[in-house]
């Protein structure tokens, strides 16, 4: 089921992980191509060095892309099984002051998934996004993993 995007939006930046992180969902597109978030410095999120938390940031990274496939896919009605099946992080530099991240997904990628689909019934993709300071300076990149397949239920009795 899809939710509206202003539902999408205002529950995802109430659930606990990404709340009490500060981590905020500024902006989703149309189509869910693109989302943009930004990570707050502020209390709950920094350490002894007054930066943001390493776990803050990849916190932050975890749940966009899945979630733009899940909408994409469900606006062309295909019911699909996805997640975040792997995830790597680069802290670049420290993270001392706010950090917005750009979540972007192409249709050269959906055309590519939606053939893997086609032909296999499951896909994986990279995807790469960076956590960038009011600087402009990347502080944090990371790559992320997503797994998509077919929503095939099949009849398990025992």
């Known amino acids: 089921m899809q939710v509206p995007k202003f539902l999408l939006k205002f529950v995802l930046n109430i659930f606990p992980p990404l709340l009490f992180n500060r981590i905020v969902l500024k902006e989703i ?12 410095r502020a209390l709950f999120n920094i350490n002894f060095h007054k930066t943001i938390f390493g776990g803050s940031i990849f916190s932050a990274c975890d749940p966009y892309f899945p979630t733009m496939y ?27 002051s706010s950090l917005k991240l750009h979540f972007k997904i192409t ?27 009011k600087k402009g300076i990347v502080c ?12 095939v239920k099949t009849d398990v009795r025992f």
């Open 29 to 40: 597109s149309d189509d869910f191509l693109e989302m943009k978030v930004v990570i707050r």
């Open 70 to 96: 899940y909408h994409i896919f469900a606006n062309k009605n295909r019911k699909l099984i996805i997640w975040l099946k792997s995830a790597e992080i680069q802290y670049l530099h420290p993270a001392d």
């Open 140 to 151: 944090a990149r990371a790559k992320m993993q997503v797994y998509l397949r077919d929503d």
């Open 107 to 133: 249709e050269k990628d959906i055309n590519l998934a939606e053939k893997t689909l086609n032909e296999k019934g499951k896909f994986e993709i990279w995807h790469t996004v960076e956590g960038i300071n």
